[in-house]
């Protein structure tokens, strides 16, 4: 935890903070700037002194630790926002789902192995066989296809439990965001936003707080 006691000169960015209690949009605040200038202590500043002694519940991601978004995780750490029931049965199709994306993964990565490459050497004009090294690109694309099908079966089983969500004021804080813009497939952070607006939908008290080097794109 960061030493908060001489924390100032955020009145503005507190003041946001409390608004987006006024209103039901907008829902999500964003504090960007460059690297040191104090978001993440603001973060840590708003858990400490307005959403604890208001009993908002809380949810921190630190990007900076995983290296950008991993859905299967974050959905983890939201787990106890629902009833216990729909809790196991969450974590019932989760661990279903990666169970499953494992073994397919499995029989992809072995049938590639197991895959001829055929290779045409051209000789030059004096019939020799050219030496040349031969550069052969990796196809991720069935690899990046199971991950889609994975990451969107955790989405749609825990979505399925939207209707058992506490309602309570809660707060989802996403920290050093800019790894998670960098370095996650544009579809992948499709399936992340479109997830955030189903949640907030099901649950209207739900405020996302954002903080990184770039502002959303």
């Known amino acids: 935890m960061r030493d908060l006691q001489y924390f100032t000169d955020r009145e503005t960015q507190i003041d946001a903070f409390d608004d987006l209690w006024k ?9 960007s700037g460059v690297s040191g200038n104090g978001k993440s202590t603001l973060i840590d500043w708003l858990i400490e002194n307005k959403c ?26 939201l787990v ?9 049965r969450f974590r019932s199709a989760q661990s279903e789902a990666r ?5 397919d993964l499995t029989n992809l990565l072995k049938a590639k192995a197991a895959r001829s490459i055929d290779v045409d050497l051209i000789a030059d004009h004096h019939s020799q066989i050219d030496q040349s090294p031969v550069l052969v690109q990796d196809d991720t694309s069935g690899e990046d296809k199971l991950r889609n099908m994975y990451n ?8 399925q439990e939207n209707h058992n969500l506490s ?7 996403l ?6 813009q960098d370095n996650t497939p544009k579809k992948e952070l499709g399936f992340f936003w479109a997830f955030l607006e189903q949640l907030h939908h099901a649950n209207p008290q ?12």
């Open 23 to 31: 209103t039901e949009t907008p829902w999500i605040l964003v504090f």
């Open 52 to 77: 604890k002694p208001q009993d908002i519940v809380t949810v921190k991601v630190d990007m900076y630790f995983s290296g950008g978004l991993d859905l299967s995780a974050l959905l983890t750490r």
């Open 80 to 88: 106890f926002l629902l009833k216990p029931a729909a809790a196991k």
């Open 99 to 103: 169970n499953q994306y494992n073994q």
């Open 152 to 159: 969107e079966s955790l989405i749609t089983a825990f979505v």
């Open 167 to 173: 309602c309570d004021r809660t707060v989802l804080f």
């Open 175 to 180: 920290d050093t965001f800019e790894r998670a």
């Open 206 to 217: 739900l405020r996302v707080i954002i903080g990184g080097r770039e502002d959303l794109t």
